[in-house]
């Protein structure tokens, strides 16, 4: 007889979301699959569920900030056990062979394999997934700590840690939402004289918690103008697919500054390349990251402190949670778990 679980379901293109019963996978060779401890709610799972990526398979699972622990093996795995503690996150693995993979850009592969998209994803009690996705939790983190990194978390870990940035220099971050408060905090911990650029003063007191020494009302000020006040930001990362806050970023950065998109907008962000040449500023958008640097952005964040703030909600409640996600009424991230509680 075959076990089912629980998962979300999504019929078809906007469709709602549904929680149902279905058969629980068992993996297949190279593959694992665990038992979802919690899976965080990202904004990119709303583009899988619009169909903004094209031909995508339907119906689908939704998820892919997700942590658990490995319940089975496939065929030929080794190096990983039972019970191990492991996050997936948009990386859920690659195929090892295209030009990118072989440059050793695995991020950027030709069939990245992303969790809702290549396979169902993580708003589930299990998942397969194959071993090339998995990262080793450390344990000092929790569950519900350790999902949003597989996205939110290394996206901005990554995006700062790779700019030219170094400690000292003033870096902005546009927006304080899920991406932003880690941003935030990351920044802070990296050793940056740190920028929170948000519309409204109500947010301020909470940005300076997180690690801001400064705060730029996009409202009330000019934010290019009160950038250079403080000297020109040697980078902002825009972390809301606003591409009109970004455009007006850009005259706030100092000589050879860069502006870093990881903000998701269909839209077109206005510069003229006389902005660019003036200074030699640079504009470039910044993925998620491997497996590997999942593991990284962790261990950095046991090291330093640094942790997603969540509304934590039960699996059933998905739908619910998917909407206040849409609604913008999550403070800052949330997080699915098949109990209901923080693991």
């Not at 290394?154 to 700062?160: I, R």
């Not at 971050?173 to 004289?193: C, E, P, S, T, W």
């Not at 290019?224 to 006040?229: F, G, M």
């Given at each position: ?166 400690p000292g220099d003033l870096v902005g971050v546009l927006g304080i939402g899920g991406l932003g408060h880690l941003a935030l905090q ?158």
């Amino acid at each position: 007889m075959t076990s089912t679980m629980r998962a979300v379901q999504v019929s078809e293109v906007n469709a709602p979301l549904r929680v149902v019963d279905l058969p629980q996978p068992s993996p297949g060779p190279g593959h694992v699959r665990i038992a979802v401890e919690a899976c965080g709610v990202c904004r990119t799972d709303a583009d899988m569920v619009q169909g903004l990526f094209g031909d995508q398979p339907f119906p689908l699972t939704p998820g892919h900030e997700i942590a658990g622990r490995i319940d089975m093996l496939g065929e030929g795995v080794e190096g990983w056990a039972i019970g191990q503690r492991v996050a997936v996150g948009w990386f859920g693995g690659n195929d090892g062979t295209c030009r990118e993979c072989r440059e050793g850009d695995a991020i950027n592969c030709e069939h990245l394999q992303v969790p809702g998209l290549a396979y169902q994803g993580g708003y589930a009690e299990s998942v397969v997934v194959p071993v090339s996705a998995l990262a080793l939790i450390p344990d000092e983190l929790s569950f519900v700590e350790a999902a949003p990194m597989g996205c939110a978390g290394v996206t901005v870990f990554n995006g700062l840690r790779q700019t030219s940035a170094q400690p000292g220099d003033l870096v902005g971050v546009l927006g304080i939402g899920g991406l932003g408060h880690l941003a935030l905090q990351f920044a802070d911990k990296m050793g940056f004289d740190t920028v929170a650029i948000a519309r409204g003063s109500d947010k301020e007191e909470s940005a300076r918690q997180l690690g801001a020494r400064h705060y730029i009302d996009d409202d009330k000020q000019d934010m290019a103008e009160a950038l250079q006040a403080l000297g020109g930001a040697k980078v902002v990362m825009a972390t809301v697919g606003a591409p009109a806050a970004m455009s007006a970023a850009i005259d706030g950065l100092r000589a050879r500054g860069e502006l870093v998109a990881v903000g998701v907008s269909p839209q077109k962000i206005e510069v003229s390349p006389v902005q660019l040449i003036t200074g030699e500023k640079s504009l470039h958008g910044h993925a998620s990251g491997t497996s590997e640097e999942v593991e990284e952005t962790m261990r950095f964040a046991v090291q330093s402190g640094v942790r997603c703030m969540s509304e934590v909600m039960p699996l059933q409640d998905a739908p619910q949670a998917y909407d206040s996600m849409m609604a913008g009424t999550v403070r800052y991230r949330g997080v699915l778990t098949p109990a209901g509680a923080a693991a």
